[in-house]
């Protein structure tokens, strides 16, 4: 009888660390959604990209080097590469992928009805970009798909983060 009391007594702070540790996982998770639907409702965060998917017939890239989305209130900085068929070719070759900064653009933020958000964009100072559309997780996973004028379309999936402020 002693030795099924003993082994409780070994277990049982076992269970309790079990218990509160997905308690804290939990308010973990609801922070982080808070965290997420304030940098989306501010319009002030960035999306990293981790994998592109070019629309050709050809598997996902998984990416090396940083590349991001920039969203800010008044501006909005694009530093993307570029996978797939250009039918003309930029006049400056060091501008292959799709970078620009638009400050005149049309913002649309969506709430999705199981959660997360559609964001359209359509900068109207960028030379080659039509459409932006950004799909946002509640827990900040994040894929864009980029329509050009003169370029296929392409995605990106990755995650959002804070953008940090210029000091």
Do not use: C, H
Request: charged share 25%.
């Amino acid at each position: 009888m002693r030795r099924v009391q003993f082994k409780w007594l070994a277990v049982l702070p076992l269970f309790i660390g079990l218990f509160f540790n997905s308690l804290q996982a939990q308010e973990t998770k609801g922070t982080k959604e808070v965290t997420v639907e304030k940098m989306v409702t501010a319009r002030n965060f960035v999306f990293k990209v981790q994998t592109v998917q070019p629309t050709n017939p050809s598997p996902n890239r998984l990416l090396t080097s940083d590349y991001d989305l920039r969203i800010a209130p008044d501006s909005i900085v694009s530093f993307l590469p570029y996978f797939g068929r250009a039918y003309t070719a930029p006049m400056d070759p060091t501008k292959g992928g799709i970078q620009f900064t638009s400050t005149k653009f049309e913002y649309k933020q969506e709430v999705r009805k199981k959660g997360g958000w559609d964001i359209t964009i359509k900068p109207q100072d960028a030379q080659d970009t039509r459409l932006m559309t950004l799909t946002i997780s509640d827990n900040g996973y994040a894929s864009l798909q980029v329509i050009s004028n003169n370029r296929q379309p392409i995605s990106f999936t990755g995650y959002i983060s804070e953008r940090k402020s210029k000091r």
